[in-house]
């Protein structure tokens, strides 16, 4: 009973490829989030999403558009893939409306640029 | 914004030694602790959190202080054993909707 899924696991693709990354929880959790993990471990909060909606929104390229069908679900579409793309993405999940609740990961999608 | 720092990106101990990570955060707003395992392939894992009320919890080998005048937080691992190589990454949030912050991690090695 996988609670945070996300596919691919492994995304190899060309530079200046569109791809997207599906990520879906069964925990009923409220909030979502998209991390970038890179080379050195970093994670930075990408995205935020509470009940299909967008809370936060980093300062990331908007080749990146986070898109949520319904609160389960929190899909990443890249457009123009880029070199410097290359990492681990995380999908995770909380449930936002309580103060301080503990966010739950996915194992990652590694998207790597050819 | 808010900026973790955390110390020191890598650990080596023999098993059954503690293990302590520390970190520092620059929001004083800031109420909110978790403490993740990130084992290999994986995601990030919460094994532990604080919150700003409490200066102290522990959870079997486990344990976390929290020091809010100095802003720092540190995890403490007692009679490590193998299974808990992994990196270990701190955060601080201030709560509600607002962002989690991480700190740069630190991959703990437990010598057989």
């Known amino acids: 009973d996988t609670a945070v899924s996300q596919t691919p696991k492994y995304l190899v693709t060309q530079m200046g490829n569109d791809k997207s990354i599906k990520c879906e929880q069964n925990l009923g959790h409220d909030t979502m989030y998209w991390y970038k993990q890179d080379s050195k471990k970093f994670l930075k909060i990408m995205f935020s999403y509470n009940n299909k909606e967008l809370i936060i929104n980093e300062t990331v390229p908007n080749r990146f558009s986070p898109k949520s069908p319904d609160k389960a679900h929190l899909n990443l579409h890249i457009n123009s893939l880029e070199l410097g793309d290359s990492a681990v993405y995380f999908c995770a999940s909380s449930q936002g409306q309580g103060p301080n609740q503990p966010q739950h990961f996915g194992d990652g999608t590694r998207l790597s640029i050819l | 914004g808010e900026n973790v720092e955390q110390h020191p990106s890598t650990l080596s101990v023999q098993e059954g030694d503690s293990a302590v990570i520390k970190c520092t955060y620059s929001?004083?707003?800031?109420?909110?602790f978790p403490w993740y395992k990130q084992e290999l392939g994986k995601g990030p894992q919460l094994i532990i959190d604080?919150?700003?009320?409490?200066g102290e919890k522990k959870d079997q080998r486990i344990a976390v202080t929290l020091n809010k005048t100095a802003k720092h937080f540190s995890l403490h691992i007692t009679e490590t054993q193998p299974e808990d190589s992994a990196v270990y990454f701190c955060a601080a949030s201030r709560g509600g909707y607002q962002k989690v912050t991480f700190g740069t991690g630190t991959k703990l090695q437990v010598i057989p």
């Open positions: 929001d004083s707003a800031s109420n909110y």
């Open positions: 604080i919150r700003s009320n409490v």
